[in-house]
C-alpha cells in the first residue's frame, strides 16, 4: 500500500485528488495538506510514502517544502502534481528533489502510475515536461540544472572515489537504505544506468576532477 499526503491549496482541488486516489487500487490517502508547512508536518508524523505536491501554495510554497521534506525525510518521495509547466517551475522542483512531474491534465491511471513509479524510487515526468526538460535543461552543461540536491552531490562525490554503498552510510553517518534511495534519485535525475557512467558524468560536470 503506497501511503500519500496530498497538499494543494484550493480545496475543490485537493477534495477531489483525495477522493480520486481513493479509486486507485494499492493507494491509500495519509492526510490532506492546504499549505507547505501543513505538508512538512504531515510528513514529520511519518508513515508516508509519496506527497503529491502542488507548487504555488501560501505559507509555504511546494518548491520550499519538497527542499524540507527531501533533505529531512530522503525516503519520502515528492510527485509534483501543478497547473505549471515552464521551465523555471521544473528546474526549481528538481532542485529541491522533487522526483516527477505532473501536470493537471494527468488522469487517474497517469496519476496512479506515476505514485506507483515514485514510491519504487523512479522519476515521473509527463510527456510535455519530458520534452521541456531534454530541450531546456541539459542544455546549460551546468549540474544543478539536472535538479541534483546537495547531498545528492555529495553521494555521488563519494562514488567517483570509489565507495561502496556501505562505506557512503558510514562516510555520510546515515542508513544503507537512505544511501540506496539517494543514489537512484541522482541515477534518475542524470541519466546514469550505473556506477560507471555516473562517474563520467561527475567528472564532465567538474563535480570532481582528476585526482581529486
Known amino acids: 500500500m503506497i501511503r ?15 477522493a480520486l486516489l481513493g479509486l486507485i487500487d494499492g493507494v491509500e490517502v495519509a492526510g490532506a495538506a492546504a ?3 501543513q505538508a512538512v508536518e504531515l510528513v514529520a508524523q511519518g508513515n508516508v510514502d509519496v506527497v503529491l505536491m502542488d507548487l504555488r501554495m501560501p505559507v509555504l510554497d511546494g518548491t520550499q517544502a519538497t527542499a524540507r521534506i527531501t533533505a529531512d525525510h530522503p525516503d519520502v518521495a515528492v510527485l509534483v502534481l501543478t497547473t505549471y509547466a515552464d ?16 501536470t493537471k491534465d494527468a488522469g487517474r491511471a497517469e496519476i ?11 522519476s515521473t ?3 510535455e515536461v519530458s520534452k521541456r526538460l531534454i530541450a531546456g535543461l541539459t542544455q546549460a ?5 539536472d535538479g541534483l540536491t546537495a547531498r545528492e552531490t555529495e ?18 553517518f546515515i542508513s544503507e ?17 550505473h556506477r560507471a557512467e555516473a562517474v563520467r558524468y561527475a567528472y564532465r560536470q567538474g563535480i570532481v576532477s582528476e585526482g581529486a
Not at 496512479?112 to 523512479?122: D, I, K, M, V
Not at 552543461?141 to 540544472?145: A, K, L, V
Open 155 to 172: 553521494v555521488l562525490k563519494l562514488i567517483a572515489r570509489g565507495l561502496s554503498n556501505p562505506e557512503i552510510a558510514g562516510e555520510l
Open 141 to 145: 552543461g551546468d549540474p544543478g540544472n
Open 87 to 102: 521551465d523555471a517551475s521544473i528546474a526549481n522542483a528538481l532542485r529541491a528533489g522533487a522526483r516527477g512531474y505532473l
Open 177 to 193: 537504505a537512505t544511501v540506496k534511495t539517494h543514489i537512484n534519485n541522482t541515477f534518475a535525475k542524470i541519466g546514469a544506468r
Open 4 to 18: 500519500v499526503v496530498v497538499a494543494d491549496d484550493q480545496q475543490v482541488v485537493r477534495e477531489g485528488l483525495v
Open 35 to 37: 499549505n507547505g508547512v
Open 125 to 127: 515526468f509527463d510527456p
Open 112 to 122: 496512479g502510475a506515476a505514485l506507483r513509479s515514485t514510491a519504487a524510487g523512479q
